[in-house]
């Protein structure tokens, strides 16, 4: 780093000119166009005859935004007001003599009234405060010097006024003499604690000419630069820019010198040592009667700031990459506990490795241990270039093997490291590379109890340089991605002893009768959660069908199990005696004898006479029946329904008859309800569905069944298993 670049002091250029200004032994004021006073220094405050009420008399802020009469004897006042018009107008300085002097131990002595010529120069400097000032009553009166302010546009925006005292006409021209070389000292000590000032900076202050050439030699810029006076004037101070800003900063320097605007600009400057620093560089056009006499410009070293700005937006995209991949890790956490089986878990490993580190592919392989196989979820890698073809096992030489052979991560950045990582086990097979869009492969193995589980694999469209953040939050995916693997692999399993189960449970076929027809429809949930929905139809022993549907709440194995139950005490009690209110009293008290409390279980009942179409019906908390009948809106059965089993209450029966040509639809609650319709909005949808249904469907129960069914599952998702029972009496009489 460059070491010779001075350092930057506290105080700064326009504040030590503020101070110089605020303290200098002359009066000093500027009147904006409205005639009001916009700034004074402390002398002018002294003006004799001053007097501001409610103020101190030597408080230049209070003058703020005040006229001339509101601070002045009126005579003086309609004076100055009466000058600050002509300049106004007019452009054009006006010197007048005769105001009050300006009073106070710290002024200049005054200067002879005779010399006229000398007032407005001896205005611009204040004597020196560290010799005794002459006493202010050698002044008699002070000279003002009114003068217009202008914009860089060459516009007026105020008037500015210098006051000097003038002695009367007995005054010794010595005073003066003594007086102007005060006042030529002073400068030298101004000028002398301003340039070290600049000197003792981080900034280069310089000159330019109207035309934009460097006029003036520049100390601060070749100490930097280490440019002679002959390489630096002109225009060769170009020659130490950076070369990709050298042509920018030439062509925007010369625009501001052709329109006059103000040069703000922001480059780098080769130093000596031959590093580069930035520097910030502003420039400004000093006018002269309306015309730019020469630029002044200052360029301050910002290097460190800029580095420091450098630094904190890299922490910064740090940082908030972490947070973004922290984030991305919690929402696949989340989607990988709702995954329920590997294909879903697969899903999400492939959108989560698309968007947190933009994996053109993803794969989950799972090893079997008994053939020491691996079998690919998601994709085929027979044709990856990072295989070797073929049926992958532990043996064939692939980005996913070796993971699970080392138990580490493989990353390879691209087909050249592939070669090197794989050399003398994989050939590489160059038109399959040159096939594939694949530049670049991470293999993770997936480790249960440090056993081998299978495999996850992302492929990459470019070359790719996994950095270490990178590495640890695959790391921590392929982790989640196990567990997740894990579980679905349990409820897999427990899904399929459940489903195997349950169809176990139910009627392989239904009995044919005579008189009636039966058709039943069982159809799980979508999620793969089995449920505790059943059916059965059976003959009694005295020729009547006894018909059951119920629903135990719950999912999984005990669902399944519960449902088994209940269908096997029904049949037996249904055969010792087959009233429903007898049958449902009688698994009342198994239910309290032998279920959990908690276990909710629902069941509709009916034993009918397929001669007659005579029945009685018993509900223990079930949905109602829909009984459709040709020429009549479909209704729901209006048995009450009465409290679940193993709820302790009398059980009823009611007399349920179907009439040739009608239908009666015993249902779970899979069928109406559901995540975005309520109970009652489907069950009236039902009502409304088979109200729609044409006459042929009517008469054939297997069409209606799948009629109702596709009707009340069409747009929404099924969350739940659905079980339909469906009873018609044909038309034509017994079948």
Not at 365 to 382: G, K
Not at 481 to 492: H, I, K, S, T
Not at 659 to 677: I, K
Request: charged share 25%; glycine share 8%.
């Amino acid at each position: 780093m460059e070491t010779s670049v001075p350092r930057q002091r506290d105080a700064s250029d326009s504040a030590l000119v503020d101070m110089l200004m605020l303290e200098a032994p002359i009066g000093l004021a500027l009147f904006g166009t409205d005639l009001r006073f916009r700034w004074v220094n402390a002398a002018l405050t002294r003006l004799a005859l001053t007097r501001l009420e409610g103020h101190a008399e030597a408080d230049p802020s209070s003058y703020a935004a005040r006229r001339p009469a509101d601070v002045w004897p009126q005579e003086i006042a309609a004076r100055a007001e009466a000058a600050l018009r002509q300049v106004l107008a007019g452009g054009g300085p006006v010197i007048e003599p005769g105001y009050p002097p300006v009073t106070g131990a710290s002024l200049a002595p005054a200067i002879t009234s005779g010399d006229a010529n000398a007032a407005p120069a001896a205005a611009d400097a204040g004597a020196d405060a560290s010799e005794p000032a002459p006493s202010s009553d050698l002044a008699t009166s002070s000279c003002a010097s009114w003068f217009s302010v202008r914009d860089t546009g060459g516009v007026i925006v105020g008037v500015g006024l210098t006051l000097l005292n003038v002695a009367g006409p007995s005054a010794e021209a010595a005073g003066a003499a003594a007086a102007a070389e005060a006042v030529a000292a002073e400068l030298r000590r101004s000028e002398e604690r301003y340039r070290s000032l600049v000197q003792g900076g981080a900034q280069v202050v310089w000159v330019a000419a109207p035309d934009g050439a460097m006029k003036e030699d520049s100390p601060e810029w070749r100490l930097i630069t280490g440019q002679s006076v002959e390489e630096y004037l002109g225009y060769g101070w170009l020659e130490s820019i950076h070369p990709e800003d050298r042509d920018r900063v030439g062509r925007d320097w010369r625009e501001c010198v052709r329109t006059g605007k103000v040069f703000d600009d922001r480059y780098r400057i080769r130093t000596k040592a031959g590093s580069y620093r930035h520097y910030d560089v502003r420039a400004v056009p000093i006018e002269r009667d309306g015309k730019i006499a020469e630029w002044v410009g200052a360029s301050t070293d910002v290097t460190s700031q800029r580095e420091a700005e450098e630094m904190r937006g890299r922490l910064t995209e740090q940082l908030s990459a972490a947070a973004l991949r922290t984030a991305r890790l919690q929402q696949a956490t989340s989607m990988l506990a709702e995954a329920l089986t590997v294909e879903q878990v697969v899903e999400v490993i492939t959108e989560v490795g698309r968007t947190a580190i933009g994996a053109l592919r993803s794969a989950v392989a799972l090893l079997d241990p008994d053939s020491a196989r691996l079998r690919v979820v998601n994709d085929d890698l027979r044709n990856a270039p990072d295989s070797a073809g073929g049926e992958l096992t532990l043996e064939s030489p692939s980005v996913m093997t070796k993971a699970i052979a080392t138990r580490r991560p493989v990353l390879v950045e691209d087909p050249e490291d592939l070669r090197r990582q794989f050399e003398g086990e994989l050939e590489i097979d160059p038109e399959r590379v040159a096939a594939s869009d694949e530049r670049s492969w991470v293999g993770l193995p997936l480790l249960a109890a440090g056993a081998p589980l299978g495999a996850l694999r992302f492929s990459f469209g470019r070359p790719r340089k996994i950095t270490e953040e990178e590495r640890v939050f695959l790391e921590a995916l392929a982790g989640q991605c196990q567990l997740a693997v894990e579980r679905a692999g349990l409820y897999e399993r427990e899904h399929k002893t459940a489903e195997t189960l349950q169809r176990s449970l139910l009627p392989d076929q239904l009995p044919s009768v005579p008189g009636l027809v039966l058709v039943a429809k069982y159809r799980p949930a979508k999620n793969m959660e089995i449920g505790g929905d059943w059916y059965d139809a059976f003959r009694l022993a005295d020729h009547r069908l006894a018909v059951a549907l119920g629903d135990v709440m719950g999912k999984g194995l005990t669902a399944a199990a519960g449902m088994g139950r209940v269908r096997n005490a029904l049949r037996a009690l249904a055969l010792t005696d087959p009233r429903p209110a007898a049958v449902l009293g009688g698994l009342d008290r198994l239910f309290s004898a032998t279920e959990q409390d908690e276990q909710v279980t629902t069941v509709a009942y009916l034993v009918i006479d397929p001669e007659t179409g005579d029945g009685v019906l018993g509900n223990a908390g079930h949905l109602p029946a829909l009984v459709l009948e040709a020429g009549h809106a479909p209704r729901f059965d209006q048995v009450e329904a009465g409290t679940p089993l193993g709820w302790a209450s009398p059980r009823k029966q009611h007399a349920f008859n179907l009439r040739p040509g009608s239908t009666a639809v015993f249902y779970s609650d899979g069928l109406v309800e559901n995540r975005n319709r309520g109970l009652d909005a489907g069950l009236e949808e039902l009502a409304a569905v088979a109200a729609r249904a044409d006459p042929d469907v009517l008469a054939s129960p297997g069409r209606l069944l799948e009629y109702l069914v596709e009707r009340m599952l069409a747009g929404h998702e099924q969350d739940d298993d659905v079980t339909v029972l469906v009873v018609h009496v044909p038309a034509a009489g017994p079948q």
